[in-house]
């Protein structure tokens, strides 16, 4: 389905993964979830996606890292990026990575789909 909205969602925390996975796929996207920024690159490039959800605090590695790499990398600058925390100071810093926006945890469900739809045309 050439339609079908991809979206790719960072998080360590599997509860997160598998609730974010089953919601957004009752909504109609096409999800691939991740626990880890392990071959990050390889995989936005083998999948494509429309838009990442990605977690600031990734076991000790910083999701913010991961955001500014993609955004200075040619191919994968215009993917909007909306990043999620728990923790209350992540805000700045996500934007200080080029988020496109920032959810802080914990969130409505539906309020983080609506901000993916809205990046997703």
Do not use: W
């Given at each position: ?37 392990e ?41 909007p ?9 992540a ?8 988020a ?22």
């Amino acid at each position: 389905m050439p339609n079908t909205k991809r979206v790719l969602v960072v998080d360590d925390d599997q509860d997160i993964l598998d609730a974010l996975q089953l919601t957004f796929e009752s909504e109609g996207f096409e999800v691939l979830t991740k626990d880890t920024t392990e071959k990050i690159m390889e995989t936005v490039s083998n999948f494509k996606p429309q838009a990442i959800v990605l977690d600031v605090l990734l076991s000790g590695e910083d999701g913010t890292v991961v955001c500014k790499k993609l955004k200075n990398t040619l191919k994968t600058k215009d993917i909007p990026i909306i990043m999620i925390s728990a923790h209350p100071d992540a805000a700045t810093s996500t934007k200080a990575a080029q988020a496109n926006d920032f959810l802080a945890k914990p969130f409505d469900i539906y309020e983080l789909i609506g901000l993916v739809a809205k990046y997703i045309h």
